[in-house]
């Protein structure tokens, strides 16, 4: 029997922060059965956009951020959740109002979901990715950026977000761990920074809200040059129009950035990581198959 598939995610001020939520959204449609949005309605016309894509899967559920929930970004926690909770598929697809689908790797997905799913010692499906920084040719590489996440979980088991991004398993009522995973064979096309700077600034200003600290001045020519490496693959077809209008087009690295204590930190790691072919990034998954 083939495995049904929920996506989900959730939403608020997108179309004013910038983010390419619909072309996520279109990107991960042909692979679910439904897809659950949790949608504050905010200050723009995110939840009329949602209204408009018109397909029959989705469903939308009106929700209202904590505003005085500032601790380590769990309010991002609790409307992943409600999402998730909403699903009824035998696995859960969250993508991120950033993240994207590339219509070349949709089969591979089907197929590695197909091989693992008899497989109860495989909990999620792990996805490799591109992290767009400061212009649709280039990608942040540095161990700083994590290159593995889950992003496909069975929703038969018993999981929770400690904040939007990853998942941890209970048992029993035991101390949460990480899930265990197999490589999906496909990647996730992450766009958040190379959006428009101005929009990059407001979502710094939410975000450093929700954890408690002071939002820092964006600017993508602050970087160390070295954590960047050029794309030279193609970007999925959904992106077309967004990186057009919507992207920075050319990043302009400040030739007299001097390095914080931090990025001597990730070029000590990137060293080790070339000498022994470790990766030191982080991860919230273990491999299992």
């Not at 449609?29 to 504050?40: K, M, R």
């Not at 559920?61 to 992943?80: C, D, L, P």
């Not at 050319?250 to 931090?262: C, F, I, K, N, W």
């Amino acid at each position: 029997m083939t495995p049904s598939i929920s996506g989900f995610t959730f939403l608020r001020n997108g179309v004013e922060l910038g983010f390419p939520f619909e072309e996520s959204i279109r990107s991960l449609l042909p692979l679910v059965d439904e897809f659950v949005i949790a949608v504050d309605r905010g200050n723009d016309s995110t939840w009329e956009c949602l209204q408009a894509l018109g397909d029959a899967k989705i469903r939308l559920i009106e929700t209202r951020w904590n505003e005085r929930m500032s601790h380590r970004g769990f309010v991002y926690a609790q409307q992943k959740m409600i999402a998730q909770y909403a699903c009824t598929g035998d696995w859960a697809f969250y993508l991120e109002g950033d993240e994207v689908l590339h219509e070349a790797e949709l089969d591979n997905i089907r197929q590695s979901l197909l091989r693992h799913h008899g497989n109860p010692q495989v909990e999620a499906l792990v996805f490799d990715y591109f992290h767009f920084f400061g212009a649709p040719h280039l990608i942040a590489t540095g161990p700083a950026w994590y290159r593995r996440e889950c992003r496909l979980i069975r929703n038969t088991i018993r999981t929770y977000a400690p904040d939007g991004q990853y998942w941890l398993v209970t048992e029993n009522h035991k101390r949460g761990r990480n899930p265990q995973a197999a490589l999906a064979n496909a990647h996730v096309y992450h766009y958040g920074w190379i959006r428009q700077g101005e929009k990059m600034q407001k979502k710094m200003d939410q975000v450093s809200k929700y954890w408690s600290h002071e939002p820092p001045k964006m600017q993508y020519s602050q970087v160390d040059a070295q954590m960047l490496s050029p794309f030279t693959g193609s970007h999925p077809a959904v992106m077309a129009d967004w990186l057009r209008l919507e992207a920075e087009q050319h990043l302009e690295v400040d030739p007299h950035y001097q390095l914080t204590s931090r990025d001597k930190r990730l070029r000590l790691k990137q060293r080790i990581e070339r000498l022994t072919g470790l990766d030191l990034s982080r991860k919230h998954f273990k491999l299992v198959a």
